[in-house]
């Protein structure tokens, strides 16, 4: 994007307006641009250009990470705890709980009983009948995964962990071969990396083009 610079340049200062803006692309490029104050969580603008739409956030993004909690720095927390992000529990809980390990004296050993405790029997069948046993990339290794939950919580850990690697691995290749026609076949580790940077770029510009209202439109983000 020939603005690319001139973006950069928006995205290191300290506070944003309309009018600063504005001067900045009068300035590198030599052209008008319509700037729209936007809100998406935080304060922004919204940038049309010949080239598309750009958003940039009002104060620089390392600033707000400092001055706000993020889901993504509980996720980070909770990465170094090896706990899973559970889905059926609220933010807040899972705020409280977290910190609440990592400030117990053995927080590892803590993490531990909060995952089991939390993550009953009823919970995880839950899952597999909602979500596991209807989906197109796991389905066909339905019995695997059902016997993978029994096997866990007969006490038999690792078993339950090594039979179904190779099923997330079967599980990712089948997303790939339905949403980026890669051919299921291909065990190259190499082309398994790419495919999976590929929907995982797909799933982020497309979440922000929903969270911005902007669809169809070409997008920038800061």
């Known amino acids: 994007m020939k603005y690319e610079k001139t973006l950069k340049s928006l995205c290191r200062q300290p506070k944003l307006s309309v009018i600063q803006i504005e001067a ?31 958003f940039v956030t009002e104060r ?55 995952l089991h405790e939390s993550f009953t029997a009823e919970i995880a069948v839950a899952y597999f009948n909602k979500y596991l046993s209807v989906s197109e990339s796991f389905k066909e290794y339905k019995s695997i995964i059902f016997e993978a939950i029994e096997a866990y919580y007969f006490g038999l850990d690792h078993i339950a962990i090594m039979s179904l690697f190779p099923v997330f691995e079967a599980g990712l290749r089948n997303i790939q071969a339905k949403l980026l026609n890669s051919d299921v076949g291909n065990v190259s580790t ?10 995982l770029l797909d799933w982020g510009v497309r979440g922000s083009l929903n969270i911005l209202g902007i669809q169809g439109k070409g997008i920038t983000l800061k």
């Open 24 to 54: 900045m692309f009068r300035k590198r490029n030599s052209v008008e641009v319509t700037v729209t104050p936007k809100n998406i969580g935080r304060d922004g603008f919204e940038i049309e250009t010949d080239e598309g739409v750009c």
């Open 60 to 114: 620089p993004i390392q600033f707000l990470n400092n001055k706000w909690g993020r889901v993504t720095g509980l996720q980070e927390r909770m990465l170094d705890l090896a706990i899973p992000v559970p889905l059926y529990m609220g933010e807040g809980t899972v705020v409280g709980d977290i910190y609440r390990i990592n400030n117990s004296d053995n927080p590892t050993s803590e993490a531990n009983l909060w």
């Open 190 to 199: 190499e082309q398994f990396d790419k495919g999976l940077k590929e929907l």
